[in-house]
Nanobody
Framework: QVQLVESGGGLVQAGDSLRISCTASGRTFSTYAMGWFRQTPGKDREFADFVGGISRSNNFTYYADFVKGRFIISRDNAKNTVYLQMNRLNAEDTATYYC????????????????????WGQGTQVTVSS
């Protein structure tokens, strides 16, 4: 069982940067691929969009096109934490951001579908004012 807790959300202005974190319980964090999803206003959580992910080994990353070049995902296995660095934020990035953990993946695999993830955090709100 893995419990995930996101933190670091808040209100920022367009063009600003923000880093949110997700800390996991347990000793097996390094065995999970980690992903970030976001639920934009008016969309149900079950339709949250994949933002990006990081593999459990070698820190391979993969991003959705709408954040490519602006967002960076990293992880610190010693701290059981995955980060989402968000740069050049705009109003369309306003959302609740969720981290998720996917077990049983090959070392370099990064799942992009919600159904591939076993554990989810409670979400952190990011609001970008224009």
């Amino acid at each position: 069982q893995v419990q995930l807790v996101e933190s670091g959300g808040g209100l920022v202005q367009a063009g600003d940067s923000l880093r949110i974190s997700c800390t996991a319980s347990g000793r097996t964090f390094s065995t999970y691929a980690m992903g970030w999803f976001r639920q934009t206003p008016g969309k149900d959580r079950e339709f949250a969009d994949f933002v990006g992910g990081i593999s459990r080994s070698n820190n391979f990353t993969y991003y959705a096109d709408f954040v490519k070049g602006r967002f960076i995902i990293s992880r610190d296995n010693a701290k059981n934490t995955v980060y989402l660095q968000m740069n050049r934020l705009n109003a369309e990035d306003t959302a609740t951001y969720y981290c998720a953990a996917a077990g049983g993946r090959s070392p370099f695999n990064i799942p992009a579908m919600r159904s591939d993830y076993n554990y989810w955090g409670q979400g952190t709100q990011v609001t970008v004012s224009s």
